[in-house]
């Protein structure tokens, strides 16, 4: 392995989690100027490699040399000091601070005062020559996440960083941001930097990337040169040369003419307690043996929307009707009784017990109509049933007893759509609410979730699919509409799938933007083309 | 009984002394607090502070120096307990306080009687003069009843801005209210976190410590089990009344100082109203106050949650 | 269809490794305690006392004879049902701060049944319905922070402390004025029928049957909470209340039935106390069991069963406590010392061990703000 001359080397990089070897020996070399992709599925290891040469872990084994010289990264000052920086996938932002105040934090110019003009001036300089718009006196928790990030780039700009690692920056953009995104990018570039980005869509590894390092369950599989990097080569290093691994296709719906709808949302808004709308003239429904995906950025409503949805969040205004029935003020537990069977996105946070058992786990929600109308909670039977389900579904789990929160996230996942379609089959008509189901999983598991998804529409039930991969709605969905700022518009049958009409109405900016424009002609009516 | 009674002009002054203890303590956890530290061991705290303080001047023959130095360290150790507890070993910081808070009561009920042994007259010390502030004190209304305090009441009252300035008005603040909000963030911008967190909660320390000795030195000029009275726990409640805002928190002290001493007032002046309820009065306010604060009041994010480098997600 | 990349699954723990984990476990526990012992020690030294003859003191007067042993029990009652109140409560990730104040209204009101009763009732009627008058006072004490925290998600913790000292000081109206016995005592009531007194279970001993009382109740509780929807309800938003809400399980009812229940089984300690006990109403019946109560909860995992046996040691060091007191002139406030460092030499050890990882849930932060 030749030392580069200048530049960063990491070699025989190791870390190690717990049970979880996340990093096996990975030499990485980082050459100076240009874009250096670091790319691989998730749980790769590709970040855990980046947040050690940004100080935030201390590598097992291993050592990093900067232009040959060896050096210690003990914390994120030493990288920031060495001019390296990150910016993560989930920001770190302060957010009642405003964009300065991030930005200077940590290095406010030393002495008793805050130097306010003075960096407000620096500030600013960085803010033109990289084109990078953003009112310094917003609060963090005001503005979009596509100026969150901006904010973050100019908070290792500030710093005066020369490498600056890019983390998924993606993941929560529109097309249109991802384009403004590579043109930073380009900008930074003309300035000197080094840039590094770590992602696993194969799109954005042949648009920009001048060399590419792909990495797999901890280990560094192959670097490719840009000419060396084609499609084929990629995905071989990717999935390991057994072969694609096809992503799940839906297959059109069995039944051309659907069933009857299952969820519809009528006019529904919500507000906040400041009477600002979170959930604005809502209208959509969802028939049985169909599967409507629901495309938007984050932050848009679609949380709001789920919340509504499930309970958690009271409707203001329209209704709520599953089965027929109007739930639009019925508590948590009746929904769940009449077949909204929820995958939420944070699994850890709404999903599971901890601490408690997986079987658990397993019986929360689906007790309701286990044990209706009786005192005692048979825990005989929920461990049963778990038991049952961790076979079907494969969970790698010793047995139903075990903690839930030692499960990996992928068999968490498994553990969570287990349930819903426990509660599924247990209700006259379900309908399924699944936002971001593959968030975060590896190919096996996605391919895993998408089938239940489809398998589960294709007994009739119905299934709402939010998720913010356009790729993941294009081949699951059978019809897709678009979340706007708390609304919801434009209906998009699956013969015209068009990512960049979508990705505009997911935007939606400007008086007369093709979004609006969009909008206006196809209406905020997100119902079904048939009568 | 007229309706004069209820702003005379030394029940305001006494509101105001009284005022000092729970501004004190409530400054010393706001500080705490912003860093993203929870102590609800100050009623422990100040117990120690006040035997501390007692002690100490009563032992050294009346020096005021060496009881409030002494209390203020004694609050400061305390709570760097608390902290290492907390920060280092990023365990469930309520559990630990409640702890604290049980070991403090005990431990300045010990002390008090390992150094007075069993005597038939309590011992006494004299309470903290008061300082007239030439040419204000003379103020008609005003003079009496903000500018004839002791300094330990000037004190208090001037900590209000320091503490603001402290917070909004330098790096330090800065870097300590990130602490308190997304420690990760402050991390990697190369905030230490640790050092930054410790700070806080031995400053409030300090603060909490000088809060309890201001009972026995400036109001009671002695000590007995007890006489905190739920004035920690009201001073946490301050904080959250307050919205983690120095100058808000002023106003929820004096209210409470208001009707601590309506409450002396009103005993010396009726015999029909039973004593226990007025004293009760100042907890069934603390009730009445908490419904009307859980509204809307934004806490710092990571209060009371442990920070971990090398946590995941 | 190309075979799927699954993620090798977490080793299996085998019985040898669970037993090891149990063991260090243990192993911590025992270490902590020694150094509490220690600690403890050193503060004997400092009040002038040898630990080792102190120690004896203690294990002696408690458990040495049958009248020592009768006393332990005695305390171990309103120790244990404190406990098992506050533990109950935390399963659901609330936190009962006021023992205190329910042990107070459940006194107070098994004090004004017995008096209402008077000498005309007969004891197998009028004994239980002094007890039951102590369980509803004690769930009425807890109701207001119930309802609060139900309904506004006002934090528990305060309102119930401030109730503390509210129902402190009613008791101390009644003791010192309506119901004061003038040649008793300044805080003292009078006496209650001796048909309202709980019979005594060995009268050698002056030992009262609340301890039998107390164990009853644990295994209810313990019971209530593995097999019952509520149980399983409490212990769900006790683990993560964000997703037992999304999981249909409403919180505020929860909220309401944990603490009332809590509550309950604080007042019916204060309703033991007055009945078996000292047999009127004083205002020193709680010499800080709530706080106790508090510790006990914590340092018995929250589980009926360990609270159980931390009570009864507890109860132990209390009664020791007191013959110490007339030996080494120690005050009573010193036992609370010995708790609380028991409690915090624990508390450090375990998060030792643990490695200090936050948990998962801030479910901390969420209690106060």
């Known amino acids: ?531 | 009984m007229s309706a004069e009674l209820f702003v005379d002009p030394q029940l305001l002054r006494l509101t105001v002394a009284i005022a000092a203890p729970f501004l004190l303590a409530a400054l010393g956890e706001l500080l705490m607090e912003r860093g993203g530290v929870l102590n609800v061991g100050i009623e422990g705290m100040m117990a120690v502070g006040a035997v501390v303080g007692f002690l100490g001047t009563w032992g050294s023959g009346g020096s005021y120096l060496v009881g409030i130095g002494a209390a203020m360290l004694a609050g400061g150790l305390l709570s760097l307990i608390l902290g290492c507890y907390a920060i280092s070993l990023r365990g469930q910081q309520i559990t630990a306080g409640l702890g604290l808070l049980v070991f403090g009561l005990g431990l300045a009920s010990l002390l008090y009687r390992a150094a007075v042994g069993v005597e038939l007259a309590a011992p006494r010390i004299q309470v903290l003069p008061s300082v007239a502030i030439p040419g204000l004190a003379r103020l008609p209304v005003l003079g009496e009843v903000l500018f004839s305090h002791d300094l330990l009441v000037y004190g208090a009252f001037l900590l209000v801005p320091l503490v603001h300035w402290l917070l909004f008005g330098t790096p330090l603040g800065l870097r300590l209210r990130a602490c308190g909000d997304n420690p990760r963030a402050a991390d990697t911008l190369g905030v230490n976190v640790v050092a930054l967190r410790y700070g806080a909660t031995a400053a409030g320390g300090l603060l909490i410590g000088l809060a309890g000795a201001y009972l026995p030195l400036a109001i009671t000029g002695g000590y007995s089990d007890g006489m905190v009275g739920g004035r920690g726990w009201i001073a946490l409640m301050l904080v959250i009344l307050g919205r983690w805002l120095p100058w808000a928190v002023v106003g929820g002290a004096l209210l409470f100082a208001y009707v601590e001493a309506l409450q002396f007032r009103l005993a010396l002046v009726t015999k029909a109203v039973p004593p226990q309820l007025l004293l009760a009065l100042p907890y069934l306010l603390a009730i009445v106050v908490l419904v009307r604060v859980y509204r809307g009041a934004q806490a710092p994010a990571a209060l009371a949650v442990p920070y971990d480098r090398e946590a995941r997600g | 269809m190309a075979t799927s990349v699954e993620p090798a699954p977490p080793p299996t723990p085998t019985p040898a490794v669970a037993r090891h984990a149990v063991a260090r476990e243990v192993g911590v526990y025992a270490a902590a305690i020694l150094a509490a012992l220690v600690l403890i020690a050193i503060l004997l030294l400092l009040a002038g006392a040898n630990p080792l003859v102190a120690y004896g003191t203690i294990l002696r007067s408690s458990l040495g004879s049958l009248g020592g042993f009768g006393q332990t029990l005695n305390k171990a009652t309103p120790l244990v049902l404190g406990a098992l109140a506050v533990a109950f409560a935390m399963r659901g990730g609330f936190l009962n701060v006021g023992v205190d104040g329910q042990i107070y209204l459940g006194a107070i009101c098994a004090t004004g049944v017995a008096f209402a009763l008077g000498t005309g009732a007969p004891a197998l009627l009028a004994v239980p319905l002094v007890l039951l008058a102590g369980v509803a006072g004690g769930a009425l004490a807890a109701l207001p922070a119930a309802l609060l925290r139900a309904v506004w998600g006002v934090n528990e913790i305060f309102v119930t402390v401030m109730l503390n000292f509210i129902f402190l000081l009613l008791a101390d109206y009644l003791a010192t004025g309506p119901w004061n016995d003038p040649l008793a005592g300044e805080a003292i009531s009078r006496p209650i029928a001796a048909a309202t007194q709980l019979p005594p279970l060995m009268p050698q001993a002056g030992t009262h049957p609340g301890i039998l009382i107390a164990l009853l109740v644990a295994v209810v509780l313990a019971w209530v909470l593995n097999r019952t929807r509520l149980g399983y309800s409490i212990r769900a938003v006790g683990d993560n209340p964000i997703a037992a809400r999304v999981g249909g399980i409403a919180i505020g009812q929860i909220a309401v039935a944990a603490l009332a229940v809590s509550g309950a089984v604080a007042g019916l300690a204060g309703a033991i106390e007055v009945s078996g006990y000292h047999q009127r109403l004083i205002v020193g019946i709680s010499p800080g069991y709530g706080y106790m109560a508090i510790l006990l909860a914590v340092l018995g995992k929250q589980r009926p069963l360990g609270v159980v046996v931390a009570g009864f040691a507890f109860a132990v060091l209390l009664v020791g406590s007191d013959s110490l007191q007339r030996s080494v002139r120690l005050p009573q406030s010193a036992v609370l010392v010995f708790q609380a460092i028991i409690l915090l030499t624990i508390l450090f050890a375990e998060a030792m061990r643990t490695g200090g990882t936050g948990r998962l849930l801030g479910v901390v932060r969420r209690r106060l703000a």
């Not at chain 1, 786990?361 to 389900?389: C, I, S, Y």
Request: hydrophobic share 45%.
């Open chain 1, 1 to 531: 392995m030749v030392v580069a001359a200048s530049g960063i080397a990491m070699r025989g990089i190791s870390k190690r989690f717990g049970d979880v070897q996340a990093l096996a020996g990975v030499d990485f070399a980082l050459r100076r100027h240009g874009v250096h992709v670091l790319a691989g599925e998730n749980g790769a290891g590709k970040t855990t490699l980046m947040n050690v040469l940004a100080g935030l872990y201390q590598p097992d084994a291993g050592e990093i040399t900067v232009d040959g010289r060896p050096l210690r990264i003990g914390s994120p000052r030493d990288a920031l000091d060495a001019g390296i920086g990150m910016v993560h996938q989930h920001f770190e932002l302060v957010a009642p601070f405003t964009a300065l105040e991030n930005i200077v934090l940590g290095k406010e110019g030393g002495g008793w005062r805050l130097r306010k003009r003075e960096q407000r001036r620096d500030v600013e300089a960085l803010v033109e020559r990289y084109g990078l718009a953003v009112d310094l006196d917003a609060r963090v928790r005001d503005v979009s996440i596509g100026v969150q990030q901006k904010i973050e780039i100019l908070k290792a700009l500030f710093r005066g960083v020369d490498v600056l690692i890019l983390d998924e920056p993606t993941t929560h953009l529109t097309p249109q941001e991802v384009d403004g995104l590579f043109s930073t990018m380009r900008q930074l570039l003309d300035g000197g930097l080094t840039v590094v980005l770590i992602t696993h869509k194969l799109r954005e590894i042949r648009g920009i990337g001048d060399r590419v390092t792909v990495m797999r369950r901890g280990r560094v599989v192959g670097t490719l040169e840009r000419a060396e990097a084609t499609e084929a080569r990629l995905v071989e290093l990717l999935m390991g040369a057994r072969g694609s691994g096809g992503a799940v296709v839906a297959a059109a719906a069995p039944t051309p003419a659907r069933g009857a709808p299952i969820l519809e949302l009528v006019h529904v808004s919500s507000l906040t307690d400041h009477d600002r709308p979170l959930l604005d003239d809502c209208s959509l429904e969802v028939r049985g043996g169909e599967v409507l995906g629901l495309a938007g950025v984050a932050g848009n409503g679609q949380r709001e929307l789920a919340e509504a949805i499930v309970g958690t969040r009271p409707i203001s205004s329209g209704r709520l009707r599953v089965g027929g029935r109007d739930l639009t003020r019925a508590p948590v537990r009746d929904r769940l009784l009449a077949g909204v069977a929820y995958v939420p996105e944070d699994r850890l946070r709404e999903g599971i017990l901890p601490r408690l058992s997986l079987a658990e786990t397993f019986a929360l929600g689906p007790h309701h109509a286990l044990f209706k109308g009786r005192w005692l909670f048979d825990e005989r039977r929920v461990r049963k049933l778990a038991a049952e389900a961790i076979e079907e579904y494969r969970v790698a789990a010793p047995n139903e007893r075990l903690p839930t929160a030692r499960l990996s996230g992928g068999n968490i996942q498994k553990v969570l759509i287990a349930r819903a379609m426990l509660l599924a089959g247990m209700a006259e008509a379900a309908v399924l609410v699944a936002m971001n189901p593959a968030r975060g999983l590896d190919i096996g598991t996605t391919q895993f979730v998408h089938r239940r998804l489809l398998a589960l529409r294709d007994r009739g039930g119905a299934v709402l699919l939010m998720s913010e991969d356009l790729d993941e709605l294009m081949r699951l969905s059978d019809r897709i509409v678009v979340m706007y700022r708390g609304r919801i518009g434009g209906q998009f049958a699956r013969e015209d799938f068009d990512p960049y009409r979508i990705g505009a109405l997911m935007a939606g900016t400007g008086e007369n933007s093709p979004a609006e424009e969009a909008l206006a002609v196809l209406g905020k009516n997100g119902r079904g083309d048939e009568r």
